[in-house]
């Protein structure tokens, strides 16, 4: 992710979203500047946005909600960067973005199971990633992945409270054996509801992207 040595700026960006197309509407009216030697952590938020703590290579920046978009397999929701960078995540995982060095443009999933079902089995189940990748383009990269409870994790660029605290889970690529790092994901279960709190994915072996919804709380 470019993280500006300088400064970054939220400018005010309107966006215009069709409800028909099951996308709620969301203005970032965010003008905000701060030098990226300032501690993000204690930044003041606006509390009419939606904040993600994002960690790349040592760097870590906030990203505001643009949009959810309802699907059959849960919303997707989009995250923008102050540079222009976009995550979108569904259910926790990383499912695209944009304006990275290397970018996952379209990750889909198959016999994917639950958060639920995968925590509270103690056997490893697998399952399908196939994606596209620029630049560069490649696209249909299939992988099988095996996901499996882990304990808590002491490396992990959680903030705010205790790894210890969440379930851990970890998602390995089995179909190869130069696959990249295993992902991770930090679960806490509320009002019957299992969620990421958590996440981190490599994208390359050098290029590990965290994400945390902020301010941090359970």
């Known amino acids: 992710m470019r993280f500006s040595s300088v400064r970054w700026v939220f400018y005010g960006v309107g966006l215009t979203l069709l409800a028909a197309c099951g996308h709620t509407p969301v203005t970032l009216t965010l003008a905000q500047a701060f030098d990226s030697g300032q501690n993000i952590d204690q930044h003041p938020l606006n509390p009419q946005l939606d904040y993600l703590r994002v960690s790349l290579n040592g760097r870590v920046a906030l990203m505001v909600l643009g949009y959810r978009e309802q699907t059959q397999q849960g919303p997707v929701e989009t ?43 103690s056997q490893q189940q697998v399952f399908v990633r196939v994606r596209d990748q620029m630049p560069s383009y490649r696209f249909g990269i299939t ?22 605290q969440l379930r851990w889970l970890e998602e390995k690529v089995v179909s190869s054996p130069h696959g990249l790092a295993s992902a991770r994901f930090g679960l806490h279960t509320h009002a019957g509801v299992t969620q990421v709190i958590y996440g981190e994915q490599c994208l390359t072996e050098s290029m590990c992207i965290a994400w945390q919804k902020w301010p941090a709380r359970l």
């Open 79 to 121: 995250w923008y960067s102050s540079q222009g960078e976009v995550l979108k995540l569904q259910n926790g995982r990383m499912v695209s973005t944009v304006g990275l060095a290397l970018d996952w443009r379209d990750v889909r999933y198959q016999n994917l199971p639950t958060w639920l079902e995968a925590s509270t089995n």
């Open 143 to 164: 992988e099988q992945i095996a996901i499996f409870p882990i304990a808590a994790p002491k490396d992990a660029k959680l903030a705010g409270f205790s790894a210890t």
